[in-house]
């Protein structure tokens, strides 16, 4: 595994970053010559370079590994692996800072928590800085408002992250000038109250002035995936009302539907017409463009998952081994569910052969027998990466169309709509090879941990239930061998954070 190394970096100094707006041309989604630094006057007065501009926020998603992560191998260690849907995996002493985590004993130190803190401000600093220049855009209302929109979508996805992962932050809702960047507002923490008005404030413009699907470049954010993020962020705020009508309209508007073979959502090419990148589920992508020498991909998502060499034979292994499903995760899979074939590489005693023709040897030359076959990106089928391995062009779906229907299956439950509630529910369900279930909260939960596993969401999941069902947190940790406590709801503010505020930032209770 490759050595960590933690980056201090301020939240103020994060926000003052200067921001170009360079796209690889090799990121295929958005085809964009790299660019030098756009002036303001460029960007009031032409579309295009204003367009530029904001995608140049997405570049943020790219970084990650053991630097400043969005949606990358630290991200994936503060949500899979610290639930009870993963082990932290490896070596047992293997990365310290992953292995506190996944015991529960998490530290103000802790590098994981730090860098994490770090990619999603660097992102709303982006966000910010393109919010800043594009106020002042001459071009017409409709372009501008769109491009806002879009900008406005993703910080409000970072921020979704963070006041999940640490509770209420400091709420930066501009660009702060160098004499505003010392000030109280910008180092103290809002309330977590204060993030979520603020994440639906950015989410109503989006909602109200972006595109949608088919009428913009693939890969960027759409009417729908505000509608369908804003309906997560209701139901995580209880607003069961809004949550159902948010995902009804994602539903009703006929753009998704389910991908017919659970297995193909994350296959790089369509089968016969099925999955693949961007298909007929995928509400919001993460595009990762494909090159010869494959270093377009967000930095160490797949490596960092794939199976490693152990044991009594050595291999040409396929990563660093982290975040292996977990016995609770396993076990939990009803008979002839077709999602856990689909979900967990199983190392089989005679070798295991993957759905691309690479085969893995016997459980005797591999140093865990699980892993995620969602971040596993074909070696051999679709395209020569030339030995790299660190940016395999693995793209990461962030909301689909399942989550929409469970969403809209626990909205309407909580609303007293059931009959609705277990249609939705058993759409999903049918799609597994799995008999209809009378809805419940139960079974819903059920169902979004089955469908969802190993996409980086359980951790947020078992928070949010336990905050409408007290205990639930508990007995899934006690069926995982470990023990919750209410502290755990939150990661603790990074020690590097508040030493760098001068103290003004206060720590989580508890740690």
């Known amino acids: 595994m490759k050595k960590t190394y933690n980056k201090k970096l301020n939240i103020i100094a994060a926000c003052m970053l200067v921001v170009t707006a360079t796209l690889s041309a090799c990121k295929n989604y958005l085809d964009v010559a790299p660019q030098a630094k756009i002036t303001e006057d460029q960007i009031a007065s032409d579309p295009n370079q204003a367009k530029n501009l904001v995608i140049g ?41 992953a292995k506190q985590i996944d015991n529960l004993q998490t530290s103000a130190s802790n590098g994981v928590v730090n860098n994490v803190w770090t990619g999603y ?14 106020q002042n855009a001459q071009f017409d209302a409709t372009t501008k408002n769109a491009l806002i929109g879009e900008a406005r979508f993703l910080r409000a996805y970072f921020y979704f992250n963070l006041v999940r992962l640490y509770g209420g932050v400091p709420l930066l809702d501009k660009l702060p000038s160098a004499s505003e960047a010392n000030q109280d507002k910008y180092q103290t923490r809002a309330t ?15 909602v109200t002035n972006l595109p949608d699907k088919g009428a913009t470049d693939v890969g960027r954010a759409t009417k729908s995936a505000a509608q369908a993020l804003e309906a997560k962020v209701y139901l995580y705020m ?10 009804k309209a994602v539903m009703d508007g006929g753009k998704y539907s389910l991908v017919k073979d659970y297995s193909l959502i994350w296959r790089q090419k369509a089968v016969n017409g099925d999955g693949g990148n961007n298909n007929a589920e995928s509400i919001f992508e993460i595009q990762a463009g494909i090159n010869k020498s494959c270093t377009a991909g967000i930095n160490l998502y797949t490596v960092s998952q794939g199976p490693r060499a152990g044991g009594k034979f050595g291999w040409a292994d396929l990563g660093f081994g982290f975040n292996n499903p977990s016995e609770s995760l396993l076990s939990e899979y009803e008979a002839g569910d077709v999602r856990k ?37 074909s070696r051999t089928a679709e395209d020569n990466c030339g030995g790299s391995t660190d940016r395999l062009p693995k793209q990461v779906r962030i909301l689909r169309y399942a989550d929409i229907l ?23 369900r049918t799609r597994a090879k799995l008999p209809a279930a009378t809805a419940s909260l139960q079974t819903i939960w059920h169902e979004r941990r089955m469908e969802l596993a190993e996409e980086h969401d359980r951790f947020f999941d078992i928070v949010r239930q336990d905050a ?14 470990k023990t919750w406590a209410a502290k755990y709801a939150l990661f603790p503010i990074p020690q590097t954070q508040i030493d760098l505020s001068g103290g003004r930032l206060k720590q989580n209770p508890g740690y």
Request: hydrophobic share 40%; net charge negative.
């Open 57 to 97: 926020i997405y570049n943020v998603f790219y970084i990650g590994g053991f630097e400043p992560d969005i949606d990358s191998f630290q991200f994936v260690i503060m949500t899979d692996i610290a639930s009870d849907d993963a082990d932290k995996g490896s070596s047992p002493d293997d990365y310290g800072d």
């Open 121 to 134: 401000y660097q992102g709303v600093a982006r966000a910010n800085q393109a919010l800043d220049k594009l």
């Open 192 to 206: 977590a109250d204060d993030i979520y008005k603020f994440i639906v404030s950015d989410l109503d413009f989006a």
């Open 238 to 247: 209880k607003n069961y009302q809004k949550a159902y009508d948010l995902s």
């Open 341 to 377: 074939a689909a979900t967990v590489i199983t190392i089989q005693d005679h070798g295991t052969v993957l759905w691309d023709g690479f085969r893995i040897p016997s459980r005797d030359s591999v140093q865990n027998g699980f892993y995620s076959y969602k971040a596993y990106h």
């Open 406 to 428: 469970l969403i809209n299956a626990e909205a309407a439950f909580q609303l007293g709509r059931i009959d609705e509630a277990k249609t939705n529910l058993n759409l999903v």
């Open 468 to 481: 409408v069902m007290p205990g639930r947190a508990a007995a899934a940790f006690a069926a995982h061998g």
